[in-house]
């Protein structure tokens, strides 16, 4: 038998909250650490839809990457969005559990999960962090070099589809090789991963700051910010069913949480 403890101090393990940044909110966000933990399910986001979920197949503790509350709160009251979470994952017995900056930083953290769905070798951290294979973003090689064109298909296929789809910025005919990535919002470190790579795929990119970098040799993939961190929903499942298997049952969410639900193009 595993307690929300047990879970948590193994996620810990692999996610140190002390490689949050400062501003973030990492950890147990509701539950008892002694109760419990048969299900767990994995999800990005700590939203109604997916606490409902949790109530549905029985989960015991929820695993997000994003917080849900990122700023301090006065209350939790249920006329309030996350105190209807917390108020119905509370009432059917379901903790929340979430690591999000510090699994950025990890290795293997979101980027790494995010440069391995999209086939990269050797990899490095774009921005070293406090040991040299941590910190922010990922470069790495393609096996094989492909042209822009055919690496944005293959980014198309390889992550979650969903509203929005992939943005390309550059030569359609341009020679990739050299990859950098960064799952969620990337825009910080733009400079520095055109500096080393042919092609840059992360989310969040601003318009300014595209228009501006156009200019440079380095081509750019804009994601959805849930696309790109969605492969590590599905390595942190892997990761606590590698370790927890015989005592914990894992169950990756059904529910899409992009916040975007509609894409549409004038004809021109
Ligand atoms: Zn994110």
Same mark, same amino acid.
């Given at each position: 038998?595993?307690?929300? #403890?047990?879970?948590?101090?193994?996620?810990?393990?692999? #996610?140190?909250?002390?490689? =949050?940044?400062?501003?973030?909110? *990492?950890?147990?966000?509701?539950?008892?650490?002694?109760?419990?933990?048969?299900? @767990?399910?994995?999800?990005?986001?700590?939203?109604?839809?997916?606490?409902?979920?949790?109530?549905?197949?029985? =989960?015991?503790?929820?695993?997000?990457? !994003?917080?849900?509350?990122?700023?301090?709160?006065?209350?939790?009251?249920?006329?309030?969005?996350?105190?209807?979470?917390?108020?119905?994952?509370?009432?059917?017995?379901?903790?929340?559990?979430?690591?999000?900056?510090?699994?950025? !930083?990890?290795?293997?953290?979101?980027?790494?999960?995010?440069?391995?769905?999209?086939?990269?070798?050797?990899?490095?951290?774009?921005?070293?962090?406090?040991?040299? @294979?941590?910190?922010?973003?990922?470069?790495?090689?393609?096996?094989?070099?492909?042209? /822009?064109?055919? #690496?944005?298909?293959? *980014?198309?296929?390889?992550?979650?589809?969903?509203?929005?789809?992939?943005?390309?910025?550059?030569?359609?005919?341009? *020679?990739?090789?050299?990859?950098? @990535?960064?799952?969620?919002?990337?825009?910080?470190?733009?400079?520095?991963?055109?500096?080393?790579?042919?092609?840059? @795929?992360?989310?969040?990119?601003?318009?300014?700051?595209? /228009?501006?970098?156009?200019?440079?040799?380095?081509?750019?993939?804009?994601?959805?910010? #849930? =696309?790109?961190?969605?492969?590590?929903?599905?390595?942190?499942?892997?990761?606590? !069913?590698?370790?927890?298997?015989?005592?914990?049952?894992? /169950?990756?969410?059904?529910?899409?949480?992009?916040?975007?639900?509609?894409?549409?193009?004038?004809?021109?």
């Amino acid at each position: 038998m595993a307690n929300v #403890f047990d879970v948590c101090d193994l996620l810990d393990r692999h #996610f140190p909250p002390d490689t =949050a940044e400062a501003w973030d909110s *990492v950890g147990l966000i509701c539950g008892d650490p002694a109760a419990t933990v048969s299900r @767990v399910l994995f999800a990005l986001d700590p939203t109604m839809e997916v606490i409902h979920e949790a109530i549905e197949v029985r =989960a015991d503790l929820v695993v997000t990457h !994003h917080p849900l509350f990122l700023t301090g709160v006065h209350g939790v009251s249920r006329d309030t969005l996350g105190g209807r979470v917390v108020h119905d994952a509370i009432s059917h017995g379901i903790a929340l559990f979430n690591a999000h900056t510090n699994a950025d !930083h990890a290795n293997p953290g979101v980027s790494d999960a995010l440069a391995h769905t999209l086939g990269l070798v050797e990899c490095a951290p774009i921005e070293p962090g406090v040991t040299p @294979v941590t910190g922010a973003g990922r470069i790495g090689r393609l096996p094989k070099t492909l042209t /822009l064109a055919q #690496f944005a298909e293959q *980014v198309a296929e390889s992550l979650p589809s969903t509203a929005g789809g992939i943005r390309v910025a550059g030569d359609p005919n341009r *020679v990739i090789d050299m990859v950098a @990535v960064c799952g969620g919002s990337g825009d910080f470190l733009l400079p520095l991963a055109a500096a080393l790579a042919d092609v840059y @795929v992360t989310s969040d990119l601003k318009y300014h700051r595209v /228009l501006d970098h156009r200019q440079g040799e380095c081509a750019l993939i804009d994601a959805s910010h #849930f =696309a790109t961190e969605w492969p590590w929903v599905l390595a942190v499942a892997a990761l606590v !069913h590698s370790e927890l298997g015989s005592s914990v049952s894992t /169950l990756v969410s059904a529910v899409r949480t992009d916040p975007w639900t509609g894409h549409y193009s004038s004809r021109d």
